[in-house]
C-alpha cells in the first residue's frame, strides 16, 4: 500500500471509529468461534465466546454496557463449566479492550463501575475453576486493572490536549481579535487626522476665497496676497496629509503640529476673519506627544468651528500648562447658528466627536456647549500623567 493510500485509509478510520470497531469485534467473534470450533466445539462455549467478544462493537458509545455484557459472560460460562479463555485469546482481547474502553470514553463514575463489575465478576468466576490460588486473584486483577489504569491515562492527556487546543482557539481568537481593535483603533486615528487637517484648511480656503472673490477688483494686490495664503494653506495641508499617510515613507516637510505653533494657526485664523485672541500660559515644550497633538487638534477644531457658524465672532483661545494637566479653553461671543449646537452623534459628525476621543484617549475630558449669554465653548483638560499616544 502506497503512503497515500494508507494515509487515506488512516483518516477514513478516524473518521468512522464505530466502523472500526464493529469489524474489530466481527474479528474478534470469528476468532474466538473459530478457536471454540477447533477445541471441543461445544455449543454454551460457541455462545459464551460470542456473548464476550461482540460487545467489543459497543466499546465507544456505550462502554459500561460492553463491559457489564462481556464480563458476566465470562462469568456464566465459567459457572457452566464453559472455559472459554483458556481456549484461545480473542475473548481474552475482547475483555482487556472493553475495561479499557470504559476507563477512556466513561466519565469517572461510570468508569469505576466498570473496574468494579469486571473483578467483582472474574474474581467471583475464580471458584468455578480448577485452580483458585492467590496467584489466580492477583493475575486476573492485573490484567483487569492494568489496561483500566492505562485508560484512564490516556483519557486524562486527551482531555488535556483537548483543553490546550480549545485555550489556543481562545488565544488565537483574542489576538485576531486585538488586531481587529488595533486597525480599527488607527483608521479611526487617521480619520481624526483627515478631518482634522482637511476640515481647517477647507473652510480657511473656502472663506478666503469667498473673500478674494469681493475684492478682486477693488484691490487686486491684497486678492493676489490673499490667494497666495490660500495656496500657502493647501500646501500645508498637503503636507499634513502626506505625514499622516506615510506617502512615499517621506515625512512632512513642515514642523510637526504642536502647541509652539498656536501662534500660526491663530495668524491664519485672523487672515481667515475669526478675531481670535490667544493666551498660552506655561511651557509648552516637552509635552506628551499625545497631550500636545491632542490639544493642538482642539483648538484647531474649535477655532474651525468658530469660521464655519460664527465668522466675524470676537473669540478667546487660552491654553493653560501646569504641572498634572494641559486645560484648554476655546469660547466666542457670537450667535451660534443651530447646526453648531451639540447635535445627536448621527448628525454630529467627527467634529465634536473626534475632540472628546482625543480627551478620552488622553486620559482627560472635554465639554462643548452654548454659553448662557451666547456664543459656544469648548473645555478640556487632558492630564499629563497618564497620556496614551494617538498619533
Known amino acids: 500500500m502506497t503512503d497515500d493510500g494508507a494515509g487515506a485509509l488512516a483518516q477514513l478510520l ?10 474489530v469485534a466481527a474479528v474478534l467473534v470469528a476468532l474466538g468461534a473459530g478457536q471454540v470450533m477447533a477445541g471441543d466445539g461445544a455449543a454454551t462455549a460457541l455462545i459464551i465466546s460470542i456473548a464476550m467478544t461482540a460487545p467489543v462493537a459497543l466499546r465507544r458509545r456505550w462502554p459500561l454496557p460492553a463491559v457489564l455484557i462481556g464480563w458476566s459472560a465470562l462469568f456464566v460460562g465459567e459457572g457452566l463449566g464453559a472455559d472459554v479463555t483458556s481456549q484461545g485469546y480473542a475473548p481474552v482481547i475482547a475483555l482487556i479492550l472493553t475495561v479499557y474502553s470504559v476507563a477512556v470514553h466513561a466519565p469517572l463514575r461510570r468508569a469505576l463501575v466498570g473496574l468494579v463489575a469486571a473483578l467483582a465478576l472474574v474474581w467471583g468466576a475464580i471458584p468455578f475453576a480448577a485452580s483458585q490460588t492467590v496467584a489466580d486473584f492477583a493475575f486476573t486483577g492485573l490484567i483487569t486493572l492494568a489496561p483500566w489504569l492505562a485508560g484512564r491515562t490516556i483519557r486524562d492527556r486527551q482531555l488535556r490536549i ?10 488565537e481568537h483574542e489576538r485576531e481579535e486585538r488586531a ?19 476640515a481647517h484648511a477647507v473652510s480657511v480656503v473656502v472663506v478666503q476665497l469667498g473673500a478674494v472673490e469681493r475684492i478682486m477688483e477693488s484691490d487686486p494686490d491684497k486678492a493676489r496676497s490673499m490667494v497666495a495664503s490660500v495656496r500657502a494653506t493647501a500646501k500645508s495641508a498637503l503636507a499634513e496629509l502626506r505625514f499622516l499617510l506615510g506617502l512615499d515613507g517621506v515625512p512632512a516637510a513642515g514642523p510637526r503640529p504642536s502647541l509652539a505653533r498656536l501662534g500660526d494657526l491663530a495668524e491664519d485664523m485672523r487672515a481667515a476673519g475669526v478675531p481670535v485672541e490667544l493666551t498660552v500660559r506655561g511651557p509648552v515644550g516637552g509635552l506628551p506627544p499625545a497631550v500636545d497633538l491632542a490639544a493642538y487638534r482642539i483648538v484647531q477644531e474649535s477655532l474651525t468651528n468658530v469660521m464655519r457658524h460664527a465668522t466675524g465672532a470676537p473669540t478667546r483661545a487660552l491654553v493653560v500648562v501646569d504641572e498634572d494637566a494641559v486645560r484648554v479653553t476655546v469660547e466666542n461671543d457670537g450667535a451660534v447658528r443651530p447646526a453648531s449646537r451639540v447635535n445627536p452623534p448621527e448628525r454630529a459628525g467627527y467634529g465634536l466627536i473626534g475632540m472628546a476621543e482625543r480627551a478620552r484617549l488622553c486620559g482627560g475630558d472635554l465639554e462643548a456647549e452654548p454659553r448662557p449669554g451666547g456664543g459656544f465653548r469648548v473645555q478640556a483638560r487632558l492630564p499629563l500623567v497618564r497620556a496614551v499616544s494617538v498619533a
Open 162 to 171: 483537548t483543553e490546550l487546543r480549545r485555550l489556543a482557539r481562545e488565544l
Open 180 to 198: 481587529r481593535e488595533a486597525r480599527d483603533a488607527e483608521r479611526s486615528r487617521i480619520a481624526r487626522e483627515m478631518h482634522d487637517v482637511l
Open 14 to 23: 478516524r473518521a468512522r471509529p464505530r466502523l472500526v470497531d464493529s469489524a
